[in-house]
C-alpha cells in the first residue's frame, strides 16, 4: 500500500512546487513509483516544474468525475519511467467533496509507491482537498519570520494529524542567513511542536530552470538537489543527516 504526502505551505512564495518536483523525482529515482498530484486548482505549475508543460490532457477531476481512469489520466514522465504527474484543472466548474477526494487516493495507494500533493498555498479549497486523506504532510516555509509565524497557522490546521506525521522544511536558506535561521526554526519548532525534515540551500537556477520548462529528474548536482534527495530519503524510513550548506 503507497504513501500519500501532502506538501502545503501558508503563503506563496515558498518554493512549495519545486520542492515537490525534486524531491518527487528523488523517490522515482529510488525505484520507486511516484505520482506528483498537482491539487492548486487554477494556478496550477508542477507541470512546468517537472518539465512536462502540456504533457497532460486530464485532471484529477476526471477521474473522480468518471470521464477518465487513473491509468489514463496520470501521464509518465519522459525521462523517468516510475514518475507520474495527475495535474489540477484550470478551475473547478463542479463541486468536488472530500469523500470523493478520499476515494481517489485510495486507488492512488494501490497503483504508486508514494504520491506528493502539491496544495494550492493558503488554507482554502486546494489545501483542504490535499489534506483532507494524506497519511502525512510537509509544511514548507522559507526564513522570512511571516513564512515561520504562517507555517504554525497552518499547522493548527492540521493538528488531527497523528504525532510523526507532520513535518516542517525550511527552503530558499542563504548560507550567510544561517546563524540566524537556527534562532528562528527552534522558535517555529517550539511554537508548534513540529520535527524538522530538512533545510534546503537557495538555489537561484530553479526559478530560471522553471521559467524554461526544465526543472527535470535531477539535471544538475546542486546543493539544493541533493537536499530533496536526503529529504526523499528521510521519508522512505532512512536515517540521514540533515544538510549543511556548502563553505564558500
Do not use: W
Not at 12 to 38: N, P
Not at 130 to 159: F, G, H, Y
Not at 222 to 234: G, P
Amino acid at each position: 500500500m503507497g504513501q500519500v504526502i501532502a506538501v502545503v505551505s501558508g503563503k506563496g512564495g515558498t518554493g512549495k512546487t519545486s520542492f515537490t518536483a525534486l524531491v518527487g523525482s528523488a523517490l522515482a529515482e529510488m525505484g520507486h513509483r511516484t505520482l506528483c498530484l498537482d491539487c492548486d486548482v487554477g494556478l496550477r505549475n508542477l507541470d512546468l516544474a517537472l518539465g512536462m508543460s502540456d504533457s497532460a490532457l486530464m485532471d484529477f477531476t476526471d477521474v473522480i468525475l468518471s470521464r477518465a481512469t487513473l491509468e489514463q489520466a496520470a501521464v509518465r514522465h519522459p525521462r523517468c519511467d516510475r514518475l507520474y504527474l495527475l495535474t489540477a484543472p484550470v478551475g473547478l466548474h463542479e463541486d468536488i467533496r472530500t469523500s470523493e477526494m478520499e476515494a481517489l487516493l485510495d486507488e492512488v495507494r494501490e497503483k504508486f509507491d508514494y504520491c506528493l500533493i502539491d496544495s494550492g498555498a493558503g488554507l482554502g479549497d486546494a489545501f483542504r482537498l490535499a489534506t483532507c486523506a494524506a497519511d502525512r504532510a510537509v509544511v514548507v516555509a522559507t526564513t522570512d519570520p511571516t513564512s515561520l509565524r504562517d507555517a504554525q497557522r497552518t499547522v493548527m490546521e492540521l493538528r488531527d494529524y497523528p504525532n510523526g506525521r507532520l513535518h516542517l522544511v525550511v527552503n530558499r536558506v542563504r548560507r550567510k542567513l544561517l546563524k540566524a535561521l537556527s534562532s528562528n526554526i527552534d522558535d517555529a519548532i517550539d511554537a508548534a511542536g513540529l520535527p524538522l525534515l530538512g533545510v534546503i540551500p537557495e538555489d537561484e537556477g530553479i526559478p530560471i530552470a522553471l521559467g524554461r520548462s526544465a526543472l527535470t529528474v535531477f539535471s544538475r548536482e546542486s546543493s539544493a538537489e541533493i537536499a530533496c534527495r536526503n529529504i526523499a530519503r528521510r521519508l522512505t524510513g532512512e536515517r540521514v543527516p540533515l544538510m549543511k550548506l556548502p563553505r564558500r
